[in-house]
């Protein structure tokens, strides 16, 4: 069957299939700008947004009673599964005892210890997402080197902070065209170069005004780019060479083990950021600094004139946040936790290479920790172009609205899952039986399930 075909057949299923979905997102499109809460969660391919009645561990229940193996989860929110008891524990115990305070609390300290303990930078600071994380390092690096220039990686993810929104095409640096609202040209200040090229980041570099490099050790969002061998030890050299700094977005590689892809590869950065999956889906972030980037940042605040710094919101570091945070990471983030959900995405990968191979398919695999992706391409790519180029967005929702109608959820916008603590392999099966299903039936080859 051709895509447009089974897409076509799909959302008619799905359509009904989900009465109660459909009655709701009718109702939703009222007073909703979109008729979901925010604009981009129409982009899941669905003819109309799925509405979630309860999520708990490994699964969803919708909005009709159906149950849904969940492998999104959250784009990563919920790494550590839905509601995981230590964190609705302390959730609860905290309740009772105030949400928010704008002050400092013992959570924080023991946060901030661990922090410093798991990730090897000795001092934290908290944000309510990882936007904002990246958006606060970057200006304290501003503020600490007196250096303008960001330097970010082709088809990088970073939330929304603007600065990041800057593309290479056909080899020239432009503002992306979807960045809404944007006055400010943001090529004056940030330069952009392809993952995994070292010689177009030396030459990046070699002006002396950068203040740092921003990147993800992996990079996520426009589909798994792995750094090919040797290139963060010598990417890391260049940074430094050039008096500039690195920062380290985790958000998405914190799938690796408990101190991220970072710890478990060896990498030293100047900062890092997490965000999502740190107070297991409580809306909350943290970054850190090296004692020295530490040291140049007090000195600056200390020698700029008083006033609002522009860093930080009221929010910021509630108790109910630190309370989810400090549970999360000393009850979820740990070797024994990560270790079955590392050998399940093992079986997951293995699986969907199976199928992939079954059917001649000319399409690749990749893992990081317990995040798995297939692309629609038969070698990794390198860079974000290659990735970019390696998207089919009909083939995608034709795919994952095929998993949905057959009780399986995986990430939007592209290929990614995520196993989590209460994920079974009877869930991993699950998927991998619908995943053959679907592609049996876009080759016309049959299916061994």
Known sequence: MQTPALLARERQAYTERN????????????????????????????????????????????????TLVDFCLGDTGAMFGHSPKAVSRALAEQATRGYTTMLASADAAVVAETLAQRFGLPMWQFAMTATDANRFVLRWIRAATQRKVLIVFNGCYHGTIEDVFVDLIDGVPVQRASLLGQVHDLTRTTRVVEFNDLPALQAALAHGDVACVLAEPVMTNIGMVLPQHGFWEQAQALIRRHGALLVMDETH???????????????????????????????????????????????????????????????????????????????????????????????????????????????CVTQVGARVEFQFCATHPVNGTQAGQALNPALEHAIHLYLLNRGVLITPFHNMMLVCPDTTKDDVHRLLRAFNAALSELTGNTFHG
């Open 19 to 66: 009465p109660k979905s459909a009655a709701q997102a009718a109702r939703a499109e009222q007073h909703m700008l979109f008729g979901v809460p925010l604009h981009w969660m129409t982009d899941w391919g669905t003819p109309f947004a799925l509405q979630v009645s309860s999520a708990q561990g490994a699964h969803l229940m919708d909005m009709d009673g159906h």
């Open 253 to 363: 590689t914190i799938s690796s083990g408990p101190g991220g892809y970072c710890q478990a590869h060896g990498l030293t950065a100047d900062a890092i950021v997490i965000g999502k999956p740190l107070g297991g889906g409580m809306p909350c972030a943290a970054y850190g600094f090296s004692a020295e980037l530490s040291r140049r940042v007090v000195a600056a605040k200390n020698n700029a004139p008083p006033g609002h710094s522009g860093i930080g919101t009221t929010l910021t570091a509630n108790l109910l946040a630190m309370a989810a945070m400090r549970a999360t990471l000393t009850e979820l983030m740990t070797p024994a936790t990560y270790a079955p959900m590392l050998a399940l995405a093992a079986v997951l990968s293995d699986g969907l290479r199976g199928a992939i191979a079954q059917h001649n398919l000319p399409w």
